[in-house]
């Protein structure tokens, strides 16, 4: 039995084409996700009539709103809303009527983007296959297609969170269980984005999906953008991974390879790795005058003191480049006005030699 969707036409928008029309918004409301299309009246006109063809001239348990000759809906905002009032109608009662032929016909779920029910369990089937890693079959229905998608930005999804949470720990088995998680993830991810992939060069191919409905080549275009974009993210997400896991490598070796180094330096001549002992406590000859008369709770308060005072010198410090920073911001305003002024002698200057020269022209004629 398939589920049936809440659907309602909630409002209505005017294309945005040289001779506008009307289009009724159409929403339905799904167990996992909600949608919303846009159809015209002549598009409701064309399924009334396939609808009637297909039953052999039965007609549907409802009927459109009647067409208007000498009124457009979108100069009458009061024509328009009775028809959506209308058309929403017709919708609901096709999809509430007992006789589930009218609504289960490949017209009427085409008409809403809904797959057909005779594939109803193999989309089912298919997306549960999909997220197990058990299927490698393209994906060739344009609505199971879809579905598939979105379950694949959840696997991308969880993976980024799983090596956000690997960056965030400390402890390296909860590192490993992230890694782990966040592998599979992706791989998951790989294996829908192959059948996606596929799927596009099959309907591409003829343009038809299973359910009967035609692509266009836009959507076309824009779904292989979708997978793109999805590979690209993957690709990221797993290089990042890697990255990561070569880096907490080459930290665990270097730290073996510091402590070994330490080991060997602090241990006594002709000591052999048996007779080595931990070091424990404070180490004797890195003591200070100040370190050396005190015990582990005076080291302790020095080193507070001596952060304070560090604190102190910072904030006086940072005083310091405060005052100088406001003496430069001065200086600059300065050099502005500097400028200014030596810009106004120039004008001056040119000024003054014009006259000059105009002088001189003068003189020239007495002469």
């Known amino acids: 039995m398939t589920t049936r969707p809440e659907i309602s036409i909630p409002t209505t928008s005017t294309s945005s084409t040289p001779k506008p029309f009307t289009l009724y918004n159409i929403t339905l409301r799904l167990p996992l996700r909600t949608f919303t299309l846009q159809k015209r009246y002549s598009d409701f006109t064309t399924l009334h009539n396939t609808l009637t063809s297909q039953a052999n001239g039965v007609s549907p348990p409802a009927s459109l709103p009647p067409k208007s000759y000498f009124t457009s809906t979108t100069s009458s905002p009061a024509l328009a809303e009775s028809r959506r009032i209308g058309l929403q109608a017709y919708l609901q009662t096709i999809n509430t009527d007992p006789d589930e032929r009218w609504r289960n016909t490949p017209a009427f779920r085409s008409f809403l983007n809904l797959p057909s029910t005779s594939s109803n ?54 590192q490993h269980e992230c890694s782990a998680s966040a592998k599979k993830s ?14 596009l060069k099959t309907l591409s191919s003829d343009a038809w999906g299973s359910t009967g409905e035609k692509l266009g080549d836009g959507e076309l275009r824009r779904r292989r953008d979708l997978v793109e974009s999805a590979r690209k993210e993957k690709e990221g997400l797993e290089n990042l991974l890697n990255a990561m896991v070569a880096k907490s490598s080459l930290d665990a070796t270097i730290a073996q390879a510091s402590t070994a180094s330490k080991e060997k330096l602090l241990a006594a001549p002709g000591e052999s790795q048996a007779q080595r002992k931990p070091a424990t406590g404070r180490v004797l000859g890195k003591e200070t005058d100040r370190t050396r008369a005190l015990d582990n709770q005076g080291v302790l308060q020095l080193q507070k003191q001596l952060m304070q005072e560090q604190d102190q010198d910072v904030d006086v410090l940072a005083q310091a480049v405060a005052r100088q920073q406001k003496i430069a911001g001065e200086i600059q305003a300065e050099l502005v006005v500097q400028q200014g002024l030596l810009g106004l002698l120039d004008e001056d200057v040119d000024r003054v030699q014009g006259k000059i020269g105009v002088a001189n022209n003068r003189i020239g004629k007495l002469r």
Request: glycine share 6%; proline share 4%.
């Open 121 to 174: 369990g193999r989309h089912s089937n298919d997306i549960r296959s999909a997220i197990n890693g058990a299927s490698s079959q393209p994906i060739t229905d344009p609505v199971a297609w879809l579905d598939h998608h979105r379950h694949l930005k959840s696997f991308l999804h969880s993976a980024r969170l799983a090596i956000t949470k690997r960056d965030q720990s400390a402890s390296p088995q909860s």
């Open 186 to 199: 992706l791989v998951q991810a790989g294996q829908i984005t192959a059948n996606l992939d596929q799927g």
